[in-house]
């Protein structure tokens, strides 16, 4: 059993995501900044541990991981249109998220990302989605440059209908909807799945069991 520390413990696929890991064996521990919402992470299965992502350094980052064995980025600035927010979290959350882990001496590292960021914008892109794609894109990139055990999950546009359990997975996959149960239930899967490290995957629903989607993107199909 490992230890999962998810990072925006909180967050709309996170609150997906600790149900498929605690059936798959391990222990999620949801990282939040507001103590009301333990009740209903415990009531998921998870271990809550307090943490502030944009008011805490790397070194409380490391010691809210303590004991875990992988991190997951799952944090967020939120659908509305505080720019300095998709720095402060998409950005510096996940850059802080790596270096916590490396001080703890966390090797696995799993970020949900988004598709087609780092694609050219378009000059007439609004100032909020310019500022969410730049954050993800140099989340990413930081996260490739560093020695951590690391994969990226890039979903399409996420929407709340119920899991399919059908998807399309790869480094080339195009863009498309897809559940957030569908994108909780395949980072599930990735903590076990080390040949899925050094990869960068887009994730959309398809046609696919998740299970044979995973093998087909290990193999590069």
């Not at 307090?50 to 991190?71: N, Y």
């Not at 998709?86 to 510096?92: A, G, N, P, Y």
């Not at 999950?153 to 059908?166: E, K, N, S």
Request: net charge negative.
């Amino acid at each position: 059993m490992s230890h999962v520390a998810v990072v925006g413990g909180h967050g709309q696929v996170a609150r997906l995501l600790h149900e498929p890991l605690v059936a798959a064996g391990h222990q999620p521990v949801a990282l939040v900044r507001n103590e009301a919402h333990r009740g209903e992470l415990e009531g998921l299965g998870a271990e809550v541990r307090m943490l502030d992502v944009e008011q805490q350094d790397a070194a409380a980052f490391a010691a809210a991981f303590e004991g875990c064995q992988v991190v997951v980025f799952a944090a967020g600035g939120g659908p509305d249109g505080n720019i300095e927010r998709k720095r402060t979290v998409d950005l510096e959350g996940s850059l802080k998220s790596i270096e916590g882990a490396r001080l703890a001496g966390i090797r696995r590292f799993i970020q949900i990302s988004a598709i087609g960021v780092d694609a050219p914008l378009p000059e007439d892109t609004g100032d909020v989605w310019r500022a969410y794609v730049e954050a993800k894109r140099d989340a990413d990139a930081a996260l490739r440059a560093s020695d951590l055990a690391w994969t990226i999950l890039r979903p399409g546009r996420l929407t709340d209908d119920p899991a399919t359990g059908l998807v399309e997975l790869g480094e080339h996959v195009e863009r498309g909807d897809v559940t957030r149960a569908d994108v909780a239930a395949v980072v599930a899967r990735l903590v076990d799945e080390d040949l899925s490290v050094g990869h960068q995957w887009n994730l959309v629903g398809g046609d696919t069991g998740l299970d044979d989607a995973l093998a087909r993107a290990v193999r590069g199909d």
